[in-house]
């Protein structure tokens, strides 16, 4: 079991989740356990109306201990923020932003995580991959369905405390199991059809959901559980989720299918554009930028679809320019293009960088845009 922690995927999600930070305003914590310990806490609060307020405990953001541990290697790095955008997103279906508080999942521990996402065997009952059957063929081993796990948790304030009313689960998992018959070895892949990566994916949320109910801080409160599908490393896109249940109960709800698509833009291997309209606005403001400076080392984007309907782009625009004046002229520029030839209607991040430093980041969430240049000195 490895644990990855990249402080660019914590920033990016306080990003979703802060469009910009208001006052902060104090009360006192409860788990809602039978802990009555208590702490100064503050809610960091957004402008944005689509946006969770975050919980901090005395000041400081309070990170979850099992985020970035996976049950094997997959060294596609948009996995990982498309796993804790998508939750966040289904989230706001069951808990309203304007009545709940964010706070990254506090309830389970990296060591019972680790013990769930690794096979079951005498010495880890509490696995829920698959026991070896002691086959190394890509064909006829028993793959590691399971690949990750993600926790968000939402409190409402009762009685001047805030206590945990609700609770995001996501469930990774893989398509494409990466494994080695010997260590250092060769890597080999046993490929997992949807059929078995959904009927594996609902077996292990229904095991979850059963264990978090016997425990103390969670009690009956709403549990949203998502499967995603992780994304192969050789792809220059995320994962996506397929389906959602919520339980209110003891069991899981009905099943809800998804139809989240991600793209690389421009479209790789002769790839159709998911919409050709969203496609030929992308290519003009990437011709409209790299006519700005001749030092653009390219422009690529991940776009994210409901169907065919296009969320969000994720833009990265690599350069080969340092001087501050430039990079803020160029930030404004891009900005300006982004607002005259991108499509209205859909979220945009879009990161300035060279090879080694971020240099600046424009957003627009809601039709409102932002900009920072980083200024190293």
């Known amino acids: 079991m490895k644990k990855f922690v990249k402080a660019t995927a914590l920033l ?11 006052n902060l305003q104090d009360s006192s914590l409860s788990s809602g356990s039978s802990d009555s310990g208590k702490s100064t806490v503050q809610t960091a609060s957004s402008s944005d109306s689509s946006s969770y307020d975050v919980l901090m405990s005395n000041g400081k953001y309070k990170t979850s201990s099992i985020s970035g541990i996976t049950a094997a290697d997959n060294n596609n790095q948009f996995n990982s923020r498309s796993f804790e955008s998508g939750l ?11 009545s709940y508080v964010f706070q990254e999942g506090q309830v389970l521990s990296s060591s019972t995580v680790t013990d769930w996402l690794g096979r079951k065997s005498k010495s880890n009952s509490t696995g829920l991959n698959p026991a070896s059957n002691g086959s190394t063929s890509p064909t006829k081993r028993a793959p590691m369905y399971f690949q990750q796990m993600l926790e968000e948790d939402y409190l409402q304030k009762q009685d001047g405390k805030y206590k945990l009313a609700g609770i995001s689960i996501g469930i990774a998992m893989n398509k494409i199991d990466y494994y080695q018959k010997k260590q250092y070895g060769a890597t080999y892949s046993t490929t997992i059809s949807k059929e078995e990566q959904k009927a594996e994916g609902e077996r292990v949320a229904k095991e979850v959901v059963k264990r978090l109910r016997k ?23 995320g994962g996506t989720y397929f389906q959602y249940s919520v339980s209110k109960s ?33 290519s003009n403001f990437k011709d409209n930028i790299q006519d700005y400076f001749p030092n653009i080392s390219g422009v690529t984007a991940q776009a994210h679809y409901d169907g065919t309907s296009l969320k969000s782009m994720d833009i990265t625009v690599n ?21 005259k030839y991108l499509p209205s209607d859909a979220d945009l991040d879009i990161n300035i960088q060279t090879v080694d430093e971020q240099q600046s980041v424009v957003t627009r969430t809601n039709g409102k845009f932002f900009s920072h240049v980083y200024n190293a000195n």
């Open 215 to 237: 425990m103390n801080k969670v009690g009956n409160v709403p549990i949203v559980v998502g499967l995603y599908s992780v994304a192969p490393q050789d792809t220059l896109v």
């Open 250 to 282: 003891d069991e899981l709800g009905s099943w809800k299918d998804l139809n989240y698509k991600n793209q690389m833009l421009p479209t790789v291997n002769n790839d159709t554009p998911i919409n050709s309209g969203d496609s030929d606005a992308f």
């Open 88 to 98: 966040l997103d289904l989230s706001k279906k069951e808990f309203s932003t304007n």
């Open 319 to 339: 350069t080969q320019f340092d001087g501050l004046a430039q990079v803020s002229s160029f930030t404004q520029f891009v900005q300006q293009s982004a607002s």
């Open 12 to 22: 990016l999600m306080c990003s979703l989740l802060l469009t910009a930070c208001g």
